[in-house]
């Protein structure tokens, strides 16, 4: 996954070289608080590069001299930061002939529009590569037609009732704010693309696409937008900078209108339990204050345990990628991306909890100011303005969407509601035979639908067991009811008594190969979600079958792979 666009053009985070003794190298140091880290990093001279109390540290450069020196002290944590690097290797397969904007329809978002559901009112913070900053884009009310007759000038600077609605922008790299009416900024302007493509899917207000039939191209047309960029031109990132983002964010949380709900369509292959990670731990405290985080599940699909940072926070909404097959009117053929990371995590939880339209999704770029549509021109449309792309980035930028027109109809919800009202009214892919299509490590609950949750009253059925404010101080850390057999090495689930679920679905098949016939039944509903929630207290030391042993001490080795939303097989 990206930390830039998890699915839709990924990152590897990549181990940083071997430095000589004298050469200053990243490193996140974590303490009791941020003042103390901040203070023993100055006390041996090293150079702090950002703050970070979301998670009671900062980032630093340090020689190796420094780093010795901070270890002796007992009390400190310190975590090599790694670089994240864009993968943009071409996709293969899908032609891109015509448009096919089929996840409006596919959620129900189309008939909330009917209702005057299109989040209005909302707040959507996106942490990814930056936005566009171009006159032709986003600078003026109106800018005239593209040759193909789609009005762009507007679609993400200006909502359907042409108010601006950018709230705030903020380049997390270089810690620079930027107002939020200068659309000529280049610190936080999208060279890359993918940050582009996530806003348009989730809050484009282009109406003028003939497939659309007159309805907005985003989920939530009328949200409003804070842009934080932490990707380069290359969709590059650093943990450091994704973390310095997040907790922007978290600081800024009421300062431009309460932020509903935050899109993160990055990740990381875990190289820690969650508690230790620091992006996890960012997110964590986001949940805590009040803000639903919708994480991709990862490009490293469709092999088990693939989930990736931050997708495998339990607390968090996981969401994996299905496609429509291009076939937006045969459902008959609607399936699971091959691409979409499945559970369980190594904490034992199930993840995705659902999954969302996420295959060759046609959003907003410009082949002439940005990276990705410059370089892959057969995935772009004629008058240069949309791209496709395909990836659980996107499938989480259109549950992001969702969560917005949730929090529009009702803005008392919690994240804990959002989540659980989400997973009550997914719908599970089950084949003609009534049999599910998937284990529930695969599709979760299910495909998302938006109309179902926006008018659900579920409630008290997701994060059951956990204890957010303990995971976080560190006294109670937790495991979810995955358990893997140690004989065919297949993961199954238990109840609260510790017995395998006999449930169709609740059982991985490591012979699994995508088949033809899936349909989508909302008819069959996975149980309240207390099953992988209800999770009990992780002990130290607790050994998967696959030998690999984490103790509570692990932290993230600056080998850890990271990867945004990278090129995928367009499915």
Not at 409 to 437: E, F, H, M, V, W
Request: glycine share 10%.
């Amino acid at each position: 996954m990206s930390l830039i666009a998890l699915f839709g053009a990924a990152a590897t985070l990549i181990g940083a070289s071997a430095s000589t003794p004298g050469t200053p190298a990243g490193y996140i140091i974590e303490a009791t608080n941020a003042e103390s880290a901040a203070a023993a990093v100055r006390r041996v001279g090293g150079r702090i590069t950002h703050e970070l109390p979301i998670i009671n540290g900062v980032s630093a450069l340090l020689t190796s001299a420094q780093v010795a020196s901070l270890r002796r002290d007992s009390r400190l944590k310190l975590i090599e930061d790694a670089p994240v690097v864009t993968q943009s290797s071409p996709p293969f397969g899908g032609i891109f002939s015509s448009p096919d904007i089929y996840q409006r329809a596919m959620v129900d978002a189309d008939l909330l529009a009917a209702e005057g559901i299109n989040g209005a009112g909302v707040t959507i913070a996106i942490l990814d590569s930056g936005l566009l900053q171009s006159s032709s884009y986003l600078g003026t009310p109106y800018m005239g037609f593209s040759s193909s007759g789609y009005d762009l000038s507007s679609s993400l600077g200006y909502n359907l009732n042409g108010k601006y609605r950018i709230a705030a922008q903020y380049d997390a790299i270089n810690n620079v704010v930027v107002s939020a009416f200068n659309m000529w900024s280049a610190d936080v302007n999208d060279d890359y693309g993918h940050g582009t493509h996530i806003a348009s899917l989730i809050l484009s207000s282009n109406t003028s696409d003939p497939v659309l039939r007159g309805q907005p191209q985003g989920i939530a047309p009328m949200a409003r937008l804070i842009n934080v960029k932490a990707f380069d031109a290359n969709g590059a990132a650093t943990y450091a900078n994704v973390v310095n983002g997040l907790n922007w964010i978290y600081t800024h949380r009421t300062t431009y209108g309460r932020i509903g709900v935050v899109n993160l369509s990055f990740g990381a292959k875990p190289q820690s339990f969650y508690w230790n990670d620091p992006i996890d731990q960012a997110v964590m405290k986001l949940w805590q204050a009040g803000i639903v985080v919708v994480a991709s599940a990862g490009n490293f699909g469709p092999s088990p345990q693939t989930i990736a940072v931050p997708g495998n926070t339990p607390y968090v909404i996981t969401v994996g990628a299905m496609t429509d097959n291009w076939t937006p009117n045969d459902q008959s053929d609607d399936g699971i991306a091959s691409f979409s990371s499945a559970g369980p995590t190594y904490e034992g939880f199930i993840k995705p909890e659902l999954v969302a339209p996420g295959g060759h999704l046609a959003g907003l770029m410009n082949k002439m100011e940005q990276y990705l549509p410059a370089h892959f021109s057969q995935f772009a449309t004629g008058d240069y303005w949309l791209f496709q792309m395909s990836g659980t980035s996107q499938a989480a930028a259109v549950t992001t969407g969702i969560v917005a027109l949730m929090l529009q109809a009702n803005p008392a919800l919690t994240p804990d509601q959002i989540k659980c009202r989400l997973l009550t009214t997914a719908a599970a892919s089950i084949r003609k035979d009534g049999k599910a299509a998937y284990t529930v490590f695969q599709q979760g609950a299910g495909l998302v639908n938006a109309y179902s949750a926006v008018h659900s009253q579920a409630a008290n059925c997701a994060n059951v067991g956990l204890d957010i404010a303990k995971d976080i101080a560190g006294t109670a850390h937790y495991g979810g009811p995955a358990r893997q057999d140690p004989n065919s090495g297949k993961f199954y689930v238990v109840d609260a008594n510790g017995s395998p679920l006999a449930g169709d679905g609740y059982l991985w098949n490591a012979e699994y190969e995508r088949n033809q016939g899936y349909l989508w039944n909302n008819g069959y509903l996975w149980d309240n979600g207390y099953l992988w929630n209800n999770g009990y207290l992780w002990n130290n030391g607790y050994l998967w079958n696959n030998g690999y042993l984490w103790n509570l001490s692990t932290t993230t080795p600056a080998s850890a792979p990271m990867k945004s939303e990278s090129w995928n097989k367009q499915e």
